[in-house]
């Protein structure tokens, strides 16, 4: 089995936030991510919960997506400056993926 890098980029950005995120992400040339729900966390202003600090209605979401290693800085500069006012963190780890036309 043949296996390809490839970089995961991982966000955690208010839920309100989100659709502007995908659409960067789409105009970027992403094929795909994946959006999950943050119950939680612990940052820079403390502990927070769904049930807490942040209501169910906004909340935090977190966007992963897989890119080739070639497309990850135009990524990261296409949402750096809705990251820079808004609350969000940015991961980026090196993967492996088995079928790489797909990202």
Known sequence: MDMHEAKRIEIIIEKIMEKRLTDLLIGTGVKG??????????????????????????????????????RMEATLDAIFPMLDRHIGVVSVTDTMVIRAELF
């Open 33 to 70: 991510f994946s959006v999950l729900p943050v119950s939680g966390g612990s940052g820079g202003s403390g502990h927070w919960s769904r049930q807490g600090q942040i209501s169910r209605a906004q909340g935090m979401s977190a966007v992963v997506c897989l890119v080739k290693p070639d």
